[in-house]
């Protein structure tokens, strides 16, 4: 995501709360053919997948940046001081 190049991700643990279709190419894990056509996908529309890339990067300085981070846990801690 920090990278700005396209996701293709398997659809495994955590992965489709961190990634989505708007922003990666999620995939069934284990589907080497799904991969492969993932991929092809990237390579075939080039624009489609710098346009995933782009908001896959904004997702992460959203969500998942140093500031959003310390604001959740200063969050969680001025919750538990009430």
């Known amino acids: 995501m920090n990278a700005g ?3 293709v991700a398997t659809r495994v643990g ?3 709360d961190v990634v989505n279709p ?3 190419i999620l995939v069934p894990a284990e589907d080497p053919r799904a ?3 993932a991929l092809a996908e990237v390579k075939r529309d080039a624009p ?3 346009n ?3 908001r896959a990067r ?3 300085l959203q969500s998942f940046s140093l500031a959003a981070w310390l604001g959740a846990i200063d ?3 001025k919750a538990a001081h009430k």
Do not use: D, K, Q
Request: proline fraction near 8%; charge should be positive.
């Open 5 to 7: 190049v396209p996701i």
């Open 14 to 16: 955590g992965v489709p």
């Open 22 to 24: 708007s922003n990666a």
């Open 35 to 37: 991969i492969a056509a």
């Open 48 to 50: 489609g997948a710098a």
């Open 52 to 54: 995933r890339a782009a």
């Open 58 to 60: 904004e997702r992460l």
């Open 75 to 77: 969050g969680v801690y």
